[in-house]
């Protein structure tokens, strides 16, 4: 059966493999390869446990549940909300 595999090199996600188990068994040691879940993406971090997207603002701290969160939540309502980095506050 096909599986997603995420392929880790220094705690780096650099690609998505989709291969079965006897595949990613025959590779070099020079990888290493973990079962992908949604939140792995090329430049995500694997540190062992989970995925952790790259971080989006220097101003952005990781959450304990391996989340990036903003400094000031984002506000609720309609519409498209952008992070202005330099001013630290949420734009339409």
Do not use: C, H, Y
Request: proline letters at 7%.
């Amino acid at each position: 059966m096909m599986k997603q595999f995420a392929r880790i090199k220094d705690g780096i996600v650099v690609n998505i493999e989709i291969a079965t188990d006897e595949w990613v068994a025959d590779q070099t040691n020079e990888f290493l390869f973990v079962e992908a879940t949604a939140s792995a993406g090329i430049g995500a971090i694997w540190n062992g446990e989970v995925f952790i997207l790259p971080k989006p603002f220097n101003s952005f701290i990781l959450g304990s549940d391996g989340i990036w969160i903003p400094p000031v939540p984002m506000p609720s309502g309609q519409g498209t909300w952008e992070w202005d980095e330099e001013e630290l506050t949420w734009n339409r």
